[in-house]
C-alpha cells in the first residue's frame, strides 16, 4: 500500500486540482527525511491536522548531498520516499531532483505549505517564497520539536560507534 503513495508531481497535480473542486485542503511540505525520527513524525501529523490531505516531496539523493555534504543521505531516496509513505498521516510522496521545491509548488499549486519551526516565513528560499504567493498558497511555520533533529542522531550514533 506504501508503493501506491507515492507518485508523481503530474499525478500530485492532478490530486491537487481534484482537493481544489471539492473544497477540500491539500497541505504540502517538503525535505530530506534522511532518518525518520519522533520530530519528524509530530510534524507531519500537525501538519496532516491543517487539512484534509497532505502531500511531502522528497529531496533527490544527488538534492540532499549538495544541502547535507558527502556523507548524505544515509538512506536513498526510494527507501526515503517508502518510509514516509508507510506514515498513516501521509497521503501522497513525491520526489523532486531540483535544489529547490519552486516548480513542484507550481505544478500542484498546495493550499497550504508548511516547514518545521526551524524555519521562519523570511527565511524561506525566496523563489520558493515567491512561487507560493504566486499559486496562492497560505504558508504556516509548524512549532518545532526540541532537540530532535536528523543531525542529532547521526552525532549520538557517531559518539556510540
Given at each position: ?9 503530474a ?11 471539492a473544497?477540500?485542503?491539500l497541505?504540502f ?13 509530530r510534524?507531519l ?5 491543517r487539512?484534509?490531505?497532505l502531500?511531502?516531496?522528497v529531496n ?8 547535507k ?16 509513505a ?9 520526489l523532486?531532483h531540483?535544489p ?6 507550481r505544478?500542484?499549486?498546495p ?9 521562519t516565513?523570511?527565511?524561506?528560499d525566496?523563489?520558493e517564497?515567491q ?5 496562492g498558497?497560505?504558508?504556516e511555520?509548524?512549532?518545532l520539536?526540541?532537540g530532535?533533529s ?12
Open positions: 500500500m506504501a508503493a501506491s503513495k507515492i507518485i508523481s508531481v499525478e500530485l497535480a492532478l490530486h491537487s486540482n481534484a482537493c481544489t473542486s473544497g477540500r485542503t497541505v511540505t517538503n525535505g530530506c527525511f534522511d532518518l525518520l525520527h519522533v520530530g519528524h513524525v510534524y501529523q500537525a501538519a496532516k491536522s487539512g484534509d490531505l502531500a511531502v516531496a533527490g539523493d544527488d538534492s540532499v548531498r549538495a544541502l555534504g558527502p556523507s548524505r543521505p544515509v538512506n536513498t531516496e526510494l527507501d526515503r520516499a517508502e518510509v514516509l508507510a506514515l498513516a498521516c501521509v497521503d501522497f510522496v513525491t523532486f531540483t529547490r521545491v519552486t516548480e513542484v509548488i505544478t500542484i499549486r493550499h497550504l505549505y508548511v516547514k518545521g519551526g526551524d524555519y516565513v523570511d527565511a524561506l525566496p523563489g517564497k512561487a507560493l504567493d504566486e499559486v498558497s497560505h504558508i511555520i509548524l512549532e520539536v526540541p530532535k536528523t543531525t542529532a542522531v547521526i552525532h549520538r550514533l557517531g559518539a556510540t560507534a
